[in-house]
């Protein structure tokens, strides 16, 4: 699986930004999507999964923020992120996950730079 980011930019706090992740291959239908973001100086956190079936589960404090989905027919996982603070900037990666073989695969990242 080949997985290219796209989407990030600069936007005032309060603003927001939808991220794209498209993923080569066929095997999208059968892999968990994930992004995660790294901000300078700090580790890689998760901030969003979704999985084969949909369900969908969010780092706790960015519930309501941001929204993960994904598209089947285009093998694209979105990340929507809406009301941005300063604190949310960082690169963002998209993340893909075989449940069955543990295989992992990351796309380059995406800046996103949330500033006035």
């Known amino acids: 699986v080949q997985l290219q980011a796209s989407g990030g930019g600069l936007v005032q706090p309060g603003g927001s930004l939808r991220l794209s992740c498209a993923a080569s291959g066929s095997a999208f239908s059968i892999v968990h999507m994930g992004w995660y973001r790294q901000a300078p100086g700090a580790q890689r956190e998760l901030v969003a999964q979704i999985l084969t079936d949909g369900s969908a589960y969010y780092v706790d404090s960015l519930k309501g923020r941001f929204t993960i989905s994904r598209d089947m027919s285009k093998s694209t996982v979105y990340l929507q992120m809406d009301s941005l603070k300063p604190e949310d900037t960082a690169v963002y990666y998209c993340?893909?996950?075989?449940?069955?073989?543990?295989?992992?695969?990351w796309g380059k990242g995406t800046q996103v730079t949330v500033s006035s």
């Open positions: 993340n893909a996950v075989n449940p069955v073989s543990g295989m992992g695969y």
